[in-house]
C-alpha cells in the first residue's frame, strides 16, 4: 500500500446552486413567487423594483414594466429601445451630482430636523363624523362576527331572566356554523351548575332562540329547521299546511323522493304535492350560511389566451408578478470601492441578482413554451367547449417541448390560464383517453361534459338512468362501462337518477 496521484475523466450531472434555485422557482404559484421575490429584494441590496415609467402614462407606479440590466442590457431586454439609462432616472442621481444640478429645495433648511415638523404628541383621532364630503374614507375591511356573534347580539337586545341568559349562552355556545345544535338539550341541561333548573325550562329557552335571525337556527334536524321556517310564514300563505305535514311526518320519504308513497300516505294529489314541494325549496336547509359566507378566493392567471385574426395568441401576464432589475449605483461600486471586503461583497450579491433575474426569466419562457403546446393541442376545447377536449397527458407535451416529464409537471401545478371560456389551472386540460368504435380516443374530460349535458337536458320526472347513459354514449361510438359513467357522473356531483326525479 502506498500514496499515489491518479487522473480520472468522467461525466456526472451536478445539482448546481443555481440550477436548484430555478428548479424551485419553476414550481411556485404566483403568489408564492410574489413572496419569494419580496424575500429576494429584502435579503440582496443588488436587487430593486423597476418602477421606471416607459410608456410615459404609468403614473400609478404599477411596476408594469419589463426586466431590465443596465451592466447587460442585451442580455434581459428584448430590444435597444428598452434599453435603461441611469443618467435619465432621477432616483439614480446621487448627492453629489444633486448638488452640481442645483436640485436640492431651498425651501427646507439643510439643519432642519423632523422634530421641527412632526408634533411629539399623540395624534388626534379620526373621526368620521368630522370628515367632509370629498374626504376619502379608507377601507376598514370586512367584519368578522360570526354566527355566534350574531346571536348574542340579538341576545342582549332581548328580555331575559338571568337564569334564562345563562340557558341562552349554553345553547349558542353549542350551535354549528350550519346553525344547527349540536347537543340535545339534555346534554345543556347537564352542563348548568344550578340543580334548579329544569328541562322545560331549556325547553322554552331553545324555542325562543330558534325564532332569532337567521329562522331555524339552533334546529336540530332538517326536518326541525324547515318546520320552523314555515310555522314563521304567514298562515294564509298557499300550500303552508301541506308542507308542514310532509317535513314533519315525512321527511325521509322526500329526501328520498318516493313521491308514490308519499302520495299514498299523505293522501296529496300530484299538483298538490308539487306546489308544497316547491315551496319546501324556498327555505334554507343551512340558516348559519345567512350569515357566515365563504371568503372569496381569488385566482391571479399566470397566462392569457385570446384569439387575434383567427389565431390564438397566448400571453404571460405582465402584472402577476412584481419586475426586478439590478441596482447600477451599488453594482458600480464594486469597481470604483477601495476595500476588497467590500468589493467582494458587492461582487457576490450582484451575481446572485443576475443568477435569480435568469431563473424568473427562464421560469417565463418555459411556462409560455408549454402554454403555447396546450393550446396547440386543445385548439378544440378553446373553439367549440370541453366536449371538443382531446386526450393529453404530461409525456405528450415534454417531447412536444422536448423537456422532461417531471418539468412539465412543475410547470402546470398552480398555475392558470385565463381564456375566453374562463379561468383554469394547467392541469385541467390533461385528462385520459376512453377508446371509440371507430379506433379514435375519446377524452374522459369531455365524456363528463357530454354526461353533463345529457342530465340538464333530461326529463326531471324520468330521468336519465347510467345504463340509459351508457346506450346513448354507444349510440355516438363511444364505449363506456357503466361503473365508469357512475364514477364520473360522481366526480360531478350528480345525484343518481332515483334522487333526481322531482314532480316539478
Known amino acids: 500500500m502506498k500514496a499515489s496521484l491518479q487522473l480520472r475523466l468522467g461525466q456526472s450531472l451536478t445539482m448546481t446552486p443555481q440550477l436548484q434555485q430555478a428548479i ?3 414550481q411556485l404559484s404566483t403568489l408564492d413567487l410574489q413572496t419569494e421575490i419580496q424575500e429576494a429584494l429584502d435579503s440582496n441590496p443588488l436587487l430593486e423594483l423597476d418602477e421606471s415609467n416607459e410608456h410615459g402614462d404609468n403614473k400609478d407606479g404599477d411596476n408594469n414594466v419589463e426586466y431590465s440590466n443596465a451592466e447587460a442590457a442585451s442580455e434581459y431586454s428584448d430590444s435597444a429601445d428598452n434599453e435603461y439609462d441611469p443618467a435619465s432616472d432621477p432616483s439614480t442621481i446621487d448627492t453629489s451630482q444633486a448638488l452640481e444640478q442645483n436640485t436640492v ?3 427646507l433648511p439643510t439643519d432642519t430636523t423632523w422634530d421641527d415638523y412632526i408634533s411629539a404628541g399623540p395624534a388626534a383621532p379620526v373621526s368620521s363624523s368630522s370628515a367632509g364630503p370629498d374626504s376619502d374614507y379608507v377601507y376598514q375591511g370586512e367584519t368578522t362576527d360570526n354566527l355566534q356573534d350574531h346571536l348574542l347580539w340579538q341576545l342582549n337586545l332581548t328580555t331575559f331572566s338571568d337564569l334564562d341568559r345563562t340557558i341562552a349562552f349554553a345553547i349558542i355556545d353549542a350551535i354549528a356554523e350550519s346553525g344547527y345544535l349540536t347537543i340535545d338539550t339534555q346534554e345543556i341541561l347537564e352542563s348548568m351548575d344550578d340543580d334548579e333548573v329544569e328541562l322545560d325550562e331549556v325547553e322554552a329557552v331553545l324555542k325562543r332562540i330558534q325564532y332569532f335571525d337567521p329562522v331555524g337556527v339552533a334546529a336540530r334536524t332538517p326536518s326541525e329547521c324547515l318546520a320552523i321556517q314555515l310555522k314563521r310564514l304567514d298562515e294564509d300563505t298557499p300550500w303552508r299546511t301541506e308542507a308542514i ?10 329526501a328520498l323522493r318516493d313521491y308514490r308513497t308519499l302520495a299514498r300516505k ?7 304535492m308539487a306546489e308544497a314541494i316547491r315551496l319546501i325549496q324556498t327555505l334554507n336547509p343551512h340558516p348559519g350560511s345567512a350569515i357566515i359566507k365563504a371568503k372569496d378566493e381569488y385566482v391571479i392567471p399566470d397566462v392569457s ?20 432589475r439590478v441596482n447600477e449605483q451599488y453594482a458600480a461600486l464594486s469597481k470604483t470601492s477601495k476595500k476588497s471586503g467590500d468589493s467582494q ?7 446572485e441578482a ?26 378544440g376545447f378553446f373553439e367549440y367547449g370541453e366536449e371538443a377536449m382531446k386526450p393529453l397527458v404530461l409525456n405528450d ?17 398552480q398555475k392558470y390560464m385565463h381564456t375566453p371560456r374562463g379561468i383554469f389551472e394547467l392541469k385541467y386540460f390533461f385528462s385520459s383517453h376512453v377508446s371509440t368504435e371507430n379506433g379514435g380516443e375519446c377524452s374522459s374530460t369531455a365524456i363528463r361534459a357530454i354526461i353533463r349535458k345529457l342530465v340538464d337536458a333530461e326529463n326531471s320526472k324520468k330521468p336519465l338512468s347510467d345504463s340509459k347513459i351508457v346506450d346513448l354514449l354507444a349510440e355516438q361510438g363511444i364505449k363506456v362501462a357503466r361503473r365508469t359513467i357512475a364514477k364520473y357522473r360522481d366526480s360531478l356531483s350528480i345525484p343518481p337518477s332515483n334522487q333526481r326525479k322531482s314532480l316539478i
Open 245 to 254: 305535514i310532509l317535513v314533519e311526518g315525512y321527511m325521509e320519504l322526500l
Open 354 to 379: 443576475k443568477w435569480f433575474i435568469k431563473s424568473i426569466e427562464s421560469r417565463n419562457e418555459t411556462l409560455l413554451k408549454v402554454s403555447n403546446c396546450i393550446v396547440m393541442q386543445q385548439r
Open 24 to 26: 424551485r422557482l419553476l
Open 305 to 324: 389566451v385570446k384569439k387575434i385574426k383567427g389565431r390564438w395568441v397566448v400571453e404571460l401576464n405582465p402584472d402577476s408578478m412584481p419586475k426586478i
Open 345 to 351: 461583497f458587492i461582487r457576490g450579491h450582484l451575481q
Open 105 to 107: 429645495s431651498d425651501e
Open 266 to 272: 299523505t293522501k296529496l294529489k300530484e299538483h298538490q
Open 397 to 413: 407535451v415534454a417531447e412536444a417541448v422536448e423537456m422532461h416529464e417531471s418539468t412539465i409537471s412543475r410547470v402546470t401545478t
